[in-house]
């Protein structure tokens, strides 16, 4: 008997921590049972203490991998992470297209917590006018943004024009995230917008160093409920509950901005 396996690809970066990029992104579709599949863009040597090394792959070697997932696997949903340079994102935007995937969440992704670069500034253009007519959904954080739309962001009016001036980008649904925002009194507090209608989604902000990959982690996790055919809030609703429960339970790893806990939504759903 066959039963029908949610799919999800991700094309991105590699982490050596395993806390962010690709092995976040594995991980949180593992958790959330859908079957997992990548393509990498780079490798990078990292820890929790910060990027030492970027070696990005060719944009023709990035295609090769997209294309023997396409050509036979194929994917429900498709996540991008760090693309790093313009490249990548148009053969990434060309394999989208060549292959007609619709469910398309877009992180990002442009700089590391520890401060460097997983995207080079001149490909801010490409990532804008190629991937992000793309996007089902984009998943920008505070300073993404601001790059993305040329603003100041502060507060949750702010992050609501942003999220519009995304929209006219293309993207179809557009999902601010508050984490870096603290104007929001002890609350961490994401906006989507569809287009049409505002939703925010709250948590308490949790006062803790252990949240290497947390953006990666939350937009896999929208990726991976898609996959399974929920809608946008639905989808983003679950995300955020698996990203509260994976920064409240940390694993205590390394010396600087450790991973979060990708067991945690499954543990607390169990009743552990
Ligand atoms: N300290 C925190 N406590 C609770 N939730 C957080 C915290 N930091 C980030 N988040 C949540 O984690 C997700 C990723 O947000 P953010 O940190 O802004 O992204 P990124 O990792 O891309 O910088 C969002 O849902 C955000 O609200
Ligand atoms: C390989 C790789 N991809 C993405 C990131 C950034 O991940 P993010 O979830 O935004 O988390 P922080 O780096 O901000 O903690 C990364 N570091 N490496």
């Known amino acids: 008997m066959s039963t029908a396996i949610a799919r999800a690809l991700t094309i991105a970066g590699s982490d050596s921590g395993g806390g962010a990029g690709i092995q976040a992104?594995?991980?949180?579709?593992?958790?959330?049972?859908?079957?997992?599949?990548?393509?990498?863009?780079?490798v990078t040597s990292q820890n929790t203490l910060g990027v030492r090394g970027i070696y990005p792959l060719t944009a023709d070697a990035v295609r090769s991998q997209v294309e023997a997932i396409g050509d036979d696997l194929g994917t429900d949903a498709v996540k991008t992470g760090m693309l790093f340079n313009d490249e990548i994102i148009v053969a990434v935007a060309e394999e989208i297209r060549r292959y007609g995937w619709s469910k398309v969440v877009v992180d990002p992704v442009m700089i590391a917590k520890g401060g460097a670069s997983l995207l080079l500034e001149q490909a801010v253009r490409a990532m804008k006018e190629t991937l992000l007519p793309l996007a089902w959904v984009v998943t920008p954080n505070v300073p993404e943004a601001e790059a993305l739309t040329g603003m100041t962001i502060s507060g949750i009016a702010a992050r609501k024009e942003a999220a519009r001036r995304l929209a006219d980008f293309g993207a179809?649904?557009?999902?601010?995230?508050?984490?870096?925002?603290?104007?929001?009194?002890?609350?961490?507090i994401d906006i989507l917008y569809d287009g049409r209608d505002f939703y925010e989604f709250r948590s308490e902000r949790r006062e803790t160093r252990h949240t290497h990959g947390t953006g990666c982690t939350f937009a896999s996790a929208i990726t991976a409920e898609l996959a399974k055919g929920r809608d946008v809030p639905e989808a983003v609703e679950v995300a955020k509950a698996f990203i509260q429960a994976a920064i409240e339970y940390p694993l205590g790893l390394g010396q600087g901005h450790g991973p979060t806990n990708h067991w945690a939504y499954r543990d607390q759903e169990r009743g552990r």
């Open 172 to 188: 179809k649904h557009v999902v601010l995230k508050g984490g870096h925002d603290l104007s929001d009194d002890g609350q961490a």
């Open 25 to 42: 992104d594995l991980k949180t579709f593992q958790e959330l049972r859908v079957y997992g599949m990548s393509a990498i863009t780079a």
